[in-house]
């Protein structure tokens, strides 16, 4: 329910055990249907739970006219089918941009290198361990000499030398297969 100063901005007046007591009642009976027919309208549980969640929001802060309605389910019914086209026009919309947006950008991810990725994978293996890990969470895994260092429970300085060594091998190994 809302608060008694969101009520109050809402309302004439303050809202009445009364009133609380037959929303309360509304709410009760009718809120899994409203959610249901929100989902059937979205097709997404928990946008459907949302939007019933805010079309009870939106009754209590009209609880007068809607209980003064002739159907006052059907009232609320209709703030749910409202809402929800709603939300699906600016779903479209946001896909609609989304497009656009991708039209304009090349969607297409290079093939990897495969021979490359094995070359690389066969030269990092033949690495001893330390200098191994040093080239790996330095390189691929962007971490400083410092989170290296406490990672591993070296020195830094020992990050930095077994990272440097280590990639000149590499480079060395690699440059061997392909020179």
Request: net charge positive; with cysteine; proline share 5%.
């Amino acid at each position: 329910m809302l608060p008694k100063q969101d009520w109050e901005r809402s309302q004439s007046g303050p809202p009445t055990e009364t009133a609380r007591t037959e929303f309360h009642r509304f709410f009760l009976r009718h809120h899994r249907d409203l959610a249901r027919l929100a989902f059937l309208m979205l097709g997404d549980p928990d946008g459907a739970d949302d939007l019933a969640a805010d079309a009870m929001t939106a009754a209590w802060q009209r609880w007068d006219r809607v209980r003064a309605a002739d159907q006052p389910l059907a009232y609320v019914r209709r703030m749910v089918v409202n809402m929800s086209r709603s939300r699906i026009r600016a779903l479209v919309r946001e896909r609609d941009k989304a497009a656009r947006l991708g039209a304009m950008s090349d969607d297409r991810i290079p093939a990897p290198d495969v021979p490359a990725v094995v070359d690389m994978r066969a030269a990092l293996q033949r690495l001893p361990n330390r200098k191994r890990a040093c080239v790996v969470l330095r390189l691929a895994f962007d971490m400083s000499e410092k989170e290296t260092a406490h990672f591993l429970g070296v020195a830094v300085g020992t990050v930095k030398s077994q990272t440097s060594k280590g990639a000149a091998e590499l480079a060395k190994a690699l440059d061997d297969r392909h020179g």
